[in-house]
């Protein structure tokens, strides 16, 4: 059963444009939403995370967006570039004891 | 730090077969997860341990399935007897205190 679901499962945006990658997760007890890149042949790494007490994070050209009352958060990508195309998950967890529940993920490609 | 290391990073085998994949976690960190990654599932939580303990193996598939953490520097994942439907990606990840998880290059798994 998937906890956390996420929407597209693949994207084509051109250089310089916005990405969008939304989740949506049941479980009320989520405090602790981060975001995972994986480029072809690597683990995932950790990108960018929120905790539910503030609506949005930005670091760089990322941005997470969260709705706590729709029990949605989504990334936005600013600025588009070919190097971002990679594919990312979203995952959710309560507790930083806990493991985390992963998206089922999105490609991203960026074109030239 | 050498990061999360891996063992083999590719391995073909054949059904029925005995297959052993193999982690080292960063070291000084105490939490050690297996998941596995699939086109059609995504990410999944195999199992994790704490301090070496298994902590939740639900996400086992099946009796096939078994993990251990003799020591704090080593786990193995093994599946005994392999089916073709084992075939996927394999990741091992770590993690000290918080939510960060880092993970390794992986294990492609294909069974014939």
């Known amino acids: 059963q998937q906890q956390v679901k996420q929407s597209p499962q693949s994207l084509i945006v051109q250089k310089g444009g916005i990405s969008i990658i939304n989740c949506a997760y049941e479980?009320?007890?989520?405090?602790?939403f981060p975001w995972y890149q994986q480029f072809p042949g690597k683990g995932p790494a950790l990108l960018i995370a929120i905790r539910p007490d503030v609506s949005e994070k930005k670091e760089g050209r990322f941005t997470i967006s969260f709705n706590k009352s729709a029990k949605q958060f989504s990334l936005h990508i600013m600025d588009s570039q070919p190097g971002d195309s990679a594919t990312y998950f979203c995952?959710?967890?309560?507790?930083?004891?806990?493991?985390?529940?992963f998206g089922k993920g999105t490609s991203l490609l960026v074109t030239p | 730090d050498a990061g999360v290391i891996q063992s083999p990073r590719h391995e073909v085998t054949e059904m029925g077969q005995e297959v052993t994949l193999r982690c080292k976690p960063i070291?000084?960190?105490?939490?050690l997860f297996w998941y596995r990654q699939t086109m059609m599932r995504g990410l999944e939580l195999l199992i994790y341990f704490n301090n070496n303990v298994p902590i939740d193996d639900s996400g086992m598939p099946e009796d096939r399935f078994s993990a251990k953490m003799p020591n704090a520097s080593f786990s193995t994942l093994k599946i005994q007897p392999s089916e073709p439907r084992d075939s996927a990606v394999y990741f091992c990840?770590?993690?000290?205190?918080?939510?960060?998880?880092?993970f390794g290059s992986g294990t492609q798994l294909s069974v014939l």
């Open positions: 995952a959710a967890s309560s507790n930083s004891g806990y493991a985390l529940n």
């Open positions: 479980n009320t007890a989520f405090d602790y």
């Open positions: 070291s000084g960190h105490n939490s």
């Open positions: 990840a770590s993690r000290l205190l918080g939510e960060k998880l880092f």
